[in-house]
């Protein structure tokens, strides 16, 4: 399998997985950070590596259009959850 075959393959469970997240983020449930694949972090590693990985430009766009649609997904999810204002200041000392 080609490099740029493979950086294809990858960009396509990313963008699987980021409509998976949009779809959790949109549904009004709190997605949990303790997990690595539920963090902006993880898939913005895994997308920055095919980018430097790979020269193929059209794959390159098509990554920064997934790294765009992740920032969306998260902005989305990060919102503060309504509640108790102590359990929702707890959440956010951890992940700072």
Same mark, same amino acid.
């Given at each position: ?14 963008? =699987?997985m980021? /409509?998976?997240?949009?779809?959790? +983020?949109?549904?009004?449930? %709190?997605?949990? #950070?303790?997990?690595?694949?539920? *963090? ?5 590693? =895994?997308?920055? /590596?095919?980018?430097d990985?790979? +020269?193929?430009?059209?794959? %390159?766009?098509? #990554?920064?259009a997934?790294?765009e *649609? ?5 902005a989305v ?6 509640g ?5 200041? %707890? ?6």
């Amino acid at each position: 399998m080609s490099a740029d075959h493979y950086a294809h393959e990858e960009l396509v469970h990313i963008g =699987r997985m980021i /409509a998976e997240l949009a779809r959790v +983020a949109t549904s009004g449930r %709190r997605m949990p #950070a303790h997990h690595a694949v539920l *963090r902006p972090e993880y898939w913005r590693r =895994r997308i920055d /590596a095919l980018i430097d990985a790979t +020269a193929n430009e059209p794959l %390159r766009r098509d #990554a920064a259009a997934l790294r765009e *649609r992740l920032v969306k997904v998260f902005a989305v999810s990060t919102r503060p959850v309504t509640g108790d204002g102590a359990q929702a200041a %707890r959440e956010t000392s951890r992940e700072a």
